[in-house]
């Protein structure tokens, strides 16, 4: 069970992509894309650039199945928190049932 | 895997702790609780971007026009920062990994120097907001909330609020309130995180960590990529939600 | 059966490996460690219990002659804040999950003992708080802390109740990670995960709830501290907030927080159960999958605490379907027990009449819960004290009469005493039947419409609170006798065996105290769980650690 050891070249390349995801987060921020895309395009930049990070340098992709488990977890409960939330939210302007 | 551990005895490692069986469980044991400690970060920081989200859907013209009056400049630069620390401690464990102790303690100063940049960038924009009237509530007594607003038809001050239809200086407020509050605790996590890695470097510096024993490397590693991808979403979250209507 | 060989008796155990008040302060023996939270814990619930003493004293008559309104209030609110947050969270998981966790599955501690001992001083410190906060002043907005009230216009000690409650938290979330990570990966060789007793399973499904969601509430607690000292909202409406928002983020906590302290229960009963109609538990994997569920299912359900809270009738609807489906995990458990029990060869030892009190009242808590999740019927019953009666069934009527159990049944184990049978017997039917005379008038009050937290009522609901009040003096007596008879046997009760039930789990295969590492040598487990051979094989292991195979 010994430890997977990550060469510097993946290191390395993981750090220019990340760099590169910032310079073109803050550019396309000043763009006007329509609707919500603004919003989605922004979060879909960070959600790559966590999924790097949490990839490569915290070594996730070579972990065991437990950790993406655990992981996981945290993720699914975060979307119950915002899902049931904004259950509520969403839905107050709707016309009353009775 | 549970059956390895009782039959073999290896030779006792002195970073062994008397109640493991082997190095290996002691290992995975340390990263496993690291990951779920990640997990209650998570959900400690998803209680304020739950608050981010609720108020950025209710008020967006007010989100837009506070986000817009950030620095982007020093958003963007600290982000630069913090990807390099993250790099640089990305290769601390590595070095440590195949046992290159300079190159380890170069990398776990270089990775403090960029968190503590970090943290002077930080205190610079705080200032800014500061002098412009911008922090919220009471925070510093004697200092309300009280931004100038950009009047139409003077000349572009960007120390002045431009609002715009819809925008009210009171949600301006609970944006900043927001801001403060997540990169608050943001920044104490980053001040936490160089207080564990002053104890690294101390146990470094005596040759403590090598390719046999360096959980408390790791493990603090994974803790500061995590401080790292809270700042990766709150730069676009808090910096750029307003840039495309241009009023700075 | 050939495994069971215990340790010749040895005279070194955890109890007296080391002396003095520093070997105690200073311990990492999760042994010690669950000692010192049951110290703590049981302090808290005796300054808990004199405030519900005191409201019941004060229902005895309509025109709340004893207290003043605003010291009513408070009354009230620190009896829910202190038995909730250090009381009731802690209770099973800290005392006798820290206790039996390693020796259930076969490890020689927790995986992070100093976390484990950082936690218990974590936790004294944020009792420590509170009781200053008690002290200095009270509190007095109801232990749910609700804005604007208790940001804006409460005149207590807010803040400091919240420090003390937000410290406490990371206890919560220290002994959850300490316990998944040592299911994960201190288990004995040949302790699969079906082979783990049920205690196991629900403490799992506890520490999820632990990790989960403790750090939502300590950030709301910042958040609204933030808000009363400095003036800045999220909550505030006057600022541009939401108050519904903290009742959302609240509750995300607040509701699993009732599993918290159900589940340990559900596990220690479930042990109970097998253990004393020398049983395996009818269906094992169903109940061990419903620990499970009900963990995931207990963070779904949080809006129905907000029906009449001017929250979204839909999203009503939602919360309100999903909290009836929280009911099925729950039933699965109550069935099952049933079903192990039928044909089993029950005896009924102290432990086994609180696990049977448990069955009962958990099922009439969990029944009148889907009263209150029913979108109408909830309007009529909302605040009242039909609520009140319902939770105190829930977390008087189980989580307590479990941990009573759970604490006779391992009593020998911890102390190496056995406590007087006869009078635990005693104290046990003391105690059900004056949970009942406390509880079951609430019900029917409650219905009648006696709102929650009000001292001065109509007089035709007097004899209902004077049955209450004096089922509530029943009930303290019957807490009184085992707290005097179980100090007693720590010096008094005749010498426990290594395993007095005669049963196959793993925390009776060690001497009675177990020594610090708990087993001389690694146990291999080659059993399922709830294996049980017949009573004079499992003499084997005999009284006083002798073997009658030896023999």
């Known amino acids: 069970m010994s430890e997977h050891i990550v060469s510097v070249k993946v290191y390395f390349a993981i750090f220019l992509a990340l760099l590169v995801g910032t310079v073109l987060t803050a550019w396309v921020a000043f763009f006007d894309f329509p609707g919500p895309l603004n919003a989605i395009v922004a979060l879909t930049i960070a959600c790559i650039k966590a999924a790097l990070v949490i990839l490569y340098f915290m070594h996730m992709r070579y972990s065991s199945r437990l950790i993406w488990v655990v992981f996981g977890a945290a993720l699914f409960w975060l979307a119950i928190m915002f899902a049931l939330t904004f259950s509520d939210y969403s839905t107050r302007s709707w016309l009353p049932v009775f | 895997m549970a059956e390895s551990y009782a039959t073999e005895h290896e030779v006792s490692h002195p970073g062994l702790q008397h109640h493991f069986e082997n190095m290996d469980q002691q290992r995975e044991a340390s990263a496993l609780g690291m990951w779920v400690f990640l997990v209650t970060e998570i959900m400690f920081f998803g209680g304020m971007f739950l608050a981010y989200t609720l108020y950025r859907w209710k008020y967006p013209e007010s989100f837009e026009v506070a986000s817009n009056h950030l620095d982007i400049w020093l958003g963007a630069v600290n982000t630069v920062v913090l990807i390099c620390s993250s790099f640089t401690m990305a290769l601390t464990v590595y070095c440590t990994q195949i046992g290159r102790q300079q190159l380890q303690i170069l990398f776990l100063v270089l990775t403090m120097i960029f968190g503590v940049t970090f943290l002077g960038i930080k205190a610079v924009e705080y200032k800014q907001k500061y002098d412009d009237n911008l922090i919220p509530g009471r925070l510093i007594p004697g200092h309300p909330f009280n931004p100038s607003v950009q009047e139409e038809g003077k000349p572009a001050d960007k120390h002045k609020l431009h609002l715009i239809p819809g925008a009210t200086v009171r949600n301006v407020e609970l944006f900043y309130w927001i801001y403060f509050a997540m990169t608050g605790m943001h920044a104490l996590h980053m001040i936490i995180g160089l207080g564990i890695m002053l104890v690294l470097l101390f146990f470094s510096v005596r040759g403590r960590y090598g390719p046999e024993y360096h959980n408390p490397i790791e493990i603090s590693g994974l803790y500061w990529h995590f401080v790292d991808i809270v700042w990766i979403f709150l730069f676009p979250l808090l910096y750029l939600l307003g840039r495309h209507i241009g009023h700075g | 059966m050939e495994e069971f060989k215990v340790p010749p008796p040895s005279k070194i155990n955890y109890l007296n490996a080391e002396y003095g008040l520093k070997s105690w302060l200073l311990t990492r023996d999760h042994k010690r460690i669950a000692l010192l939270y049951l110290g703590s814990i049981s302090f808290f619930f005796m300054i808990g219990g004199i405030y519900a003493m005191l409201i019941r004293l004060e229902l005895l008559t309509p025109h709340g002659q004893l207290l003043t309104s605003t010291t009513y209030n408070k009354v009230f609110t620190q009896h829910g804040i202190i038995m909730v947050f250090f009381f009731l969270i802690p ?11 390693p020796l259930m599955i076969g490890a020689k501690d927790l995986a992070f003992p100093r976390i484990n001992l950082l936690s218990w001083y974590i936790y004294m410190l944020g009792g420590i708080v509170t009781i200053y906060a008690l002290l200095a002043g009270g509190v007095d907005t109801g232990w749910t802390f609700y804005v604007p009230f208790s940001t804006t216009f409460s005149n207590s000690y807010v803040v400091a109740t919240g420090l003390g409650i937000f410290i406490s938290g990371f206890s919560s979330i220290l002994t959850g990670l300490n316990f998944i990570v040592t299911i994960h990966t201190m288990r004995a060789p040949g302790m699969t995960w079906f082979r783990m007793p049920l205690f196991i399973w629900a403490h799992y499904a506890t520490s999820l709830i632990m990790i989960l969601g403790t750090p939502v509430i300590a950030i709301t607690i910042l958040l609204l501290a933030f808000e009363r000292l400095a003036h800045v909202g999220i909550f505030d409406p006057a600022l541009g907030g939401d108050p519904i928002l903290f009742q959302h983020l609240f509750w995300f906590y607040s509701h699993p927080a009732v599993y918290i302290m159900v589940l340990p229960g559900m596990g220690v009963v479930s042990e109970l159960i097998a253990n004393f109609s020398r049983k395996n538990v009818f269906g094992y994997k169903f109940v061990a999958f419903s620990s499970l569920a009900i963990a995931i299912f207990g963070f779904l359900v949080w809006g129905h605490h907000l029906f009449v809270a001017s929250q979204s009738v839909y999203a009503g609807m939602i919360f309100s379907f999903l909290s009836f489906a929280v009911a099925i995990p729950s039933a699965v458990k109550v069935f099952n027990w049933s079903a192990t029990l039928y044909k089993g060869s029950i ?165 009675s105290p177990p020594p610090t590492e708990n087993f001389e040598q690694t146990p291999v487990v080659t059993w399922e769980a709830y294996e049980f051979a017949p009573i004079d094989e499992m003499e084997v292991v005999g009284r006083y650690g002798e073997s009658k195979a030896e023999v």
């Open chain 3, 91 to 101: 209770s099973i998981p800290a005392t006798l999950g820290n206790f039996l966790v």
């Open chain 3, 347 to 511: 005896s009924y030892e102290t432990p086994m009449l609180y696990g049977l009190g448990f069955i009962g009242l958990f099922t009439i808590g969990g029944m009148t819960g889907l009263f209150l999740a029913a979108l109408a019927v909830d309007v009529h019953l909302s605040d009242t004290y039909f609520v009140i009666a319902h939770f105190h069934y829930i977390m008087v009527g189980g989580t307590l009469l479990a941990y009573l159990g759970g604490l006779h049944y391992w009593w020998p184990k911890i102390t190496g005493r056995m406590y007087p049978e006869g009078w635990g017997r005693f104290s046990a039917l003391v105690v059900f039947i004056g949970f009942n005379l406390t509880f079951l008038p609430q019900f029917v009050l409650g219905y009648m419409g006696m709102p929650r937290r009000y001292h001065y009522y109509p007089e035709e609901f007097q004899v209902l609170h004077v049955l209450s009040t004096a089922g509530a003096s029943i009930l303290g007596v019957g807490l009184l006798i085992p707290a005097i008879y179980l100090l007693w046997s720590m010096r008094y009760g005749p010498i426990a065996p290594a395993n007095p039930w005669h049963l196959p789990g793993l925390e009776w295969r060690t001497q």
